[in-house]
């Protein structure tokens, strides 16, 4: 959800923030979704296969934080299958795809995160370490009882008082079909209609992070007040097809301007009053398609940038790197070394330089290989290099229909006091009558209330979206047209 830490959860300090297209809990921010468990078949006794059975969690000492961490290892047919669980960061069932257990010792591969955990059994502990991103820390895990997932006091309830439908479209462009639920007021209509668009990362349709489920309770809201709603599943997740691996920002704007399109077929619909709501990511893909789509009725923007990744990214590391209690000294060396490896990719003309550029710097700044692998391989996949370079500024011009555009005073992952100035900007230089901008005391990346706008406070925070926002976002759609 997200940007770059968007709502995605972070197990390790990266040189780069955030989000990747694909299932990966991250430095800050941000939803690490459920998929395909993998197995590796492996030659064990018996014994073994009891004893290392079961769940296991521990707390990796982060040195600003503790962060509980969960495996659930099961065996079927004398092959282990693995999941991991990170509660604070609202993952769960992450797939662990390499399991490997010798006598006492077991290994617990998880490539997705390029992280690895060796330990040895002690009766009911596991006595190990975890390693990521070259980093390596203890970990002792003990046999515990599995957690069930928490509810949110804002989680939909029954009896809704609207038709809900499963639904399906395609995106025409890519060949891509995609999964959703399309809500509809009781009542006649035609009614007005808002498509949501995600955060990054791999989201499913609800948007769910950190136990809360931001988009069911929008589209609960917004439906109970006479205006349908479009969710959806995001390219590879759910009940959605598609490989985001190889994904843009660019490519997700033709999944969301396919429901857009959808929901132009639906009888139920206004056609002259649909729009586009978008978090954070979800904020730059709604400038995207509006702009090259003049039938966009309206957009709103939860805490979407209004200055290039890169700037974005700086701005957004420094300021979570000093909420979580890093000392100025270890931030300073952190955003020098982020610096030089940024001006790499702002001079590179594709991704292709890109990495040879890095490479050859990297060595020349006495980085080993692996490091270097690790780190060029995040930087230069199509996602992270297209968001690093990628200015909004010309879609957001080229966008002439009224516009909200909402953010947190105390959001750290996408800054009001960055973007605000950058949308302002374009006010004055383009004259953009059209954009309304709202700053709102006290709320996070995620629309909460809270006290400082860190990532690791969004688990510990109940409500799910500040009621004002909900009030905002229906009262600013139901004056459009009017």
């Known amino acids: 959800m997200g940007f770059a830490q968007d709502a995605k959860p972070q197990l390790h300090a990266r040189c780069n923030k955030n989000i990747m297209k694909q299932n990966k809990i991250k430095m800050s921010i941000n939803t690490v979704k459920a998929s395909l468990l993998m197995v590796l078949f492996c030659f064990c006794s018996h014994a073994s296969l009891a004893q290392h059975a079961g769940f296991w969690k521990g707390k990796l000492n982060l040195g600003v934080q503790q962060l509980e ?44 995160l390029n992280a690895l955990y060796k330990g040895k059994l002690r009766f009911d502990t596991i006595e190990g370490t975890f390693t990521q991103q070259g980093m390596t820390l203890p970990l002792i895990l003990v046999r515990s009882e599995k957690e069930s997932k928490q509810t949110r006091s804002q989680d939909p309830k029954e009896p809704f008082g609207y038709h809900i439908e499963e639904v399906r479209f395609t995106n ?9 639920t399309f809500t509809v007021p009781n009542g ?39 205006i349908a709603v479009l969710r959806y599943d995001d390219c590879g997740v759910g009940g959605s097809g ?15 301007e396919a429901a857009f399109d959808f929901l132009g077929g639906r009888a139920e619909v206004d056609t002259s ?3 586009i709501l978008g978090h954070s990511e979800g904020g730059l893909i709604n400038f995207m398609v509006a702009a090259r789509r003049p039938d966009v009725a309206f957009v709103i923007s939860l805490a979407g940038p209004a200055v290039p990744g890169i700037e974005v990214l700086r701005a957004q590391q420094e300021a979570v790197f000093r909420a979580q209690g890093l000392p100025e000294e270890a931030i300073a060396m952190r955003e020098a070394m982020n610096d030089r490896l940024f001006a790499v990719i702002a001079e590179s003309n594709n991704r292709e330089e890109a990495d040879s550029l890095l490479r050859n710097r990297a060595k020349e700044w006495g980085y080993n290989e692996e490091q270097v692998d690790q780190a060029i391989s995040q930087l230069t996949m199509p996602w992270m290099y297209f968001f690093l370079k990628y200015d909004p500024t010309e879609a957001i011009v080229k966008t002439n229909c009224p516009a909200l555009l909402l953010n947190g005073s105390k959001d750290l992952q996408v800054l009001a006091s960055q973007n605000f100035p950058a949308y302002e900007n374009s006010i004055a230089k383009y ?3 059209n954009l309304t901008l709202r700053e709102l005391p006290g709320l996070n990346h995620l629309f909460q209330h809270c006290q400082t706008g860190a990532p690791d406070e969004y688990f510990t925070i109940d409500e799910t979206i500040s009621p004002e926002v909900l009030e905002m976002v229906v009262e600013f759609v139901k004056r459009v047209g009017e």
């Open 242 to 256: 598609g490989d985001p691996a190889s994904a843009t920002t660019l490519d997700f704007s033709f999944d969301a």
């Open 69 to 112: 961490l969960g495996f659930n290892v099961l065996v079927d047919n004398e092959a282990f299958l693995a999941t991991l669980d990170v509660p604070a960061q609202g993952a769960y069932g992450v797939p662990v795809n390499e399991v490997a257990v010798f006598g006492d010792s077991i290994r617990l591969g998880m490539s997705s």
């Open 172 to 180: 025409e462009r890519h060949g891509v079909e995609l999964a959703g």
């Open 188 to 226: 006649d209509g035609p009614f007005p209609a808002v498509v949501l668009v995600s955060g990054s990362g791999a989201q499913d349709r609800n948007e769910e992070v950190f136990n809360h489920r931001p988009f069911w309770v929008i589209a609960d809201y917004l439906t109970r007040n006479g």
């Open 273 to 275: 009053k649909i729009g």
């Open 431 to 433: 004259g953009k009558t």
